[in-house]
Every structure is written in C-alpha cells, then in structure tokens.
C-alpha cells in the first residue's frame, strides 16, 4: 500500500455537522476499500487568493491516508458526486527509506 494526502475545500455554507458527516463518509470509503486513514487534519475557515465558485473563504481539511492505488480513483469519484466539496487535490506522499529520518 502507498501513503496518499487528499486535501479539500469546503464550501463555507456547510454546518458542523455537515463538513463532518461529509468526512466521515470520505473516511468510510477509504476504510470500506481497504485503506487504513492514518490523519483527518482540519485547517479550519481560510481566506481564498481569488474567488472560487464566487466564495472568497472556505474550510481546508487533509486526509492522509495508506491505500492501494485503486482505491483514490473511487475515492475521487465519491468526492465529484459530494456537494459542498469546491476542490480537491490528491498527492502521493514520498516512501522514506528504512535508516532515514524524517
């Protein structure tokens, strides 16, 4: 298995309890698939550079996560299909080699 960060934007709309559910279902597709979620950072409401879908603020979460390569392009098609979610991105994090620190 990789190691795998998705970062996404959430619209500013979303309640609490919104944003969490949504992350949580994100999480259950990882689990379900076969991944193992390893962190859910939540950045919290930031300020945008430039307008997204004319809102100029949104909610930044991180997922990191251990997963077959398989499992990010269901993992990106559960995202598309959510609403609320503005942008995502998902990066293969770099495999440190045993000896090396971090």
């Known amino acids: 298995m990789r190691k795998f960060e998705t970062m996404l934007l959430l619209s500013p709309e979303l309640s609490a309890e919104n944003r969490e559910a949504l992350i949580a279902g994100l999480t259950g597709v990882i689990e379900r698939e076969g991944g193992v ?57 770099a495999d440190v080699a045993a000896g090396e620190g971090a």
């Not at 307008?51 to 603020?57: A, D, F, L, N, Y």
């Open 37 to 93: 979620v390893a962190e859910v950072d939540n950045w919290g409401m930031r300020d945008l550079a430039y307008p997204v879908r004319k809102q100029m603020r949104g909610y930044y979460t991180r997922l990191e996560y251990q997963a077959p390569p398989a499992l990010v392009a269901e993992l990106e098609r559960n995202i598309r299909i959510s609403d609320g979610i503005f942008k995502f991105v998902t990066v293969r994090l």
